[in-house]
């Protein structure tokens, strides 16, 4: 009996050492998953350019893959340089689903994304050299090519067409022309209550000027997402602001999601 108690205790034990490991793997892929967009646009060591769709490799987001597409990454922009690894899409039924990459010496990570449409994620561009894209990896970057300049979305530039606003850090100055000596466009008091809350813009142009990029944009009070209401009585406002703030983050972004 008392041998038999043994080998229960030992199996019990057994058992719950696999359930235990079986959960932390679930949690670090939910966590693997759960890149937040906010902190990738704002803890990143660099400017992103724009945003790059790889439709053959992620073909449509979550979801059964009609087949497996993959791309090399490499340190250097040319497919004769040192290879850091294959990027391509992994997924797990109601776990886990996102771009994957297979370094070199065989380590898997998630490569860092935002998207670009409902659950569409796109590479995190820091640099363009014709039909290469240094994109952002979860440590460092690398080097892609990809044909298709239609699949780069270039910042500010896409955010024409998007559901775009201004994110929240953003100060609430906007000047006549683009440039900090720029005059300062005085904001109404209904307006500088609505900054916080990130209000949607229509974007103008931009301009680089002595190096920096500037964007113009029209802080708008056409009906979007039901915030109509609490911009009764407001007026539109337009001026211009850097597209990026201090810390690198861009000024101005958009809903992928739509409302």
């Avoid at 040192?82 to 391509?88: A, E, F, L, W």
């Avoid at 298709?148 to 530039?157: A, G, H, I, M, S």
């Avoid at 606003?165 to 006549?176: A, Q």
């Avoid at 609505?194 to 301009?207: C, D, E, M, N, W």
């Amino acid at each position: 009996m008392g041998s038999m108690n043994r080998h229960l205790r030992a199996d019990n034990i057994a058992m719950a050492r696999f359930i235990i490991a079986l959960l932390l793997f679930f949690i670090g892929a939910l966590e693997a998953q759960a890149y937040d967009d906010w902190e990738l646009l704002t803890s990143s060591p660099e400017r992103l350019i724009g945003i790059l769709d790889l439709p053959d490799i992620v073909q449509g987001g979550c979801g059964p893959a009609p087949h497996r597409s993959t791309t090399r990454a490499f340190a250097t922009l040319t497919q004769n340089g040192r290879s850091v690894g294959t990027i391509y899409w992994y997924e797990e039924p109601n776990v886990v689903c996102d771009l994957m990459i297979e370094k070199a010496g065989g380590e898997k990570e998630q490569v860092p994304t935002l998207e670009s449409g409902y659950e569409i994620p796109a590479a995190i561009v820091y640099e363009r050299r014709g039909s290469w894209f240094r994109i952002r990896l979860a440590t460092g970057s690398a080097w892609i090519r990809h044909d298709d300049e239609t699949d780069f979305l270039p910042y500010p530039e896409f955010m024409r067409d998007q559901l775009s606003y201004v994110v929240h850090t953003w100060d609430g100055t906007l000047r006549t022309t683009p440039s900090v000596s720029g005059k300062v466009t005085p904001l109404t008091k209904g307006w500088q209550e609505v900054i916080a809350r990130s209000p949607g813009i229509k974007f103008l142009g931009s301009r680089r000027v002595a190096g920096e990029l500037w964007i113009q944009i029209e802080l708008t009070t056409e009906e979007r997402c039901g915030r109509e209401r609490e911009l009764e009585g407001m007026t539109p406002v337009s001026g211009w602001i850097p597209a990026y703030d201090k810390n690198r983050t861009p000024l101005v972004w958009f809903s992928s999601r739509g409302c």
